[in-house]
């Protein structure tokens, strides 16, 4: 069974940093694309960041770009976060997810995902 934890979430000052992370298991195929993604209360989900196995180059959301940093750890079945320069607009429950797929080009969308997990509460004080 496919699963994902995250952790590494908590109560930064605006301008700090942290690095989630999200553990992978049971998955059964190589070619997966993970995505990260957020939702702030009263606000949509959006993505953040994803990457596909086939290509490995991270794609960032507009908001996020030159702050954040996704990257993995293959042999430990590890998805990584790095959050930098952090706003009080990054205040969200942050989720990986993960979808089986061979394309070159992680998928964007929410509804493209079909494995999520719990998330983890990042709150940035201003």
């Known amino acids: 069974e496919e699963q994902l934890v995250e952790s590494g979430g908590g109560l930064v000052q605006a301008g700090g940093s942290l690095r989630l992370s999200c553990a992978a298991s049971?998955?059964?195929?190589?070619?997966?694309?993970i995505g990260w993604f957020r939702q702030a209360p009263g606000q949509e989900r959006e993505g953040v960041s994803c990457?596909?196995?086939?290509?490995?180059?991270?794609y960032y959301a507009d908001s996020v770009k030159g702050r954040f940093t996704m990257s993995s750890d293959n042999a430990k079945n590890m998805v990584y976060l790095q959050m930098s320069r952090l706003k009080s607009e990054d205040t969200a429950v942050y989720y990986c997810?993960?979808?089986?797929?061979?394309?070159?080009?992680?998928?964007?969308?929410?509804?493209?995902?079909?494995?999520w997990g719990q998330g983890t509460q990042v709150t940035v004080s201003s």
């Open positions: 049971g998955f059964t195929e190589d070619d997966v694309s």
């Open positions: 990457f596909s196995s086939s290509d490995g180059k991270p």
């Open positions: 997810a993960a979808v089986y797929n061979d394309y070159d080009v992680c998928p964007t969308g929410e509804s493209e995902y079909d494995y």
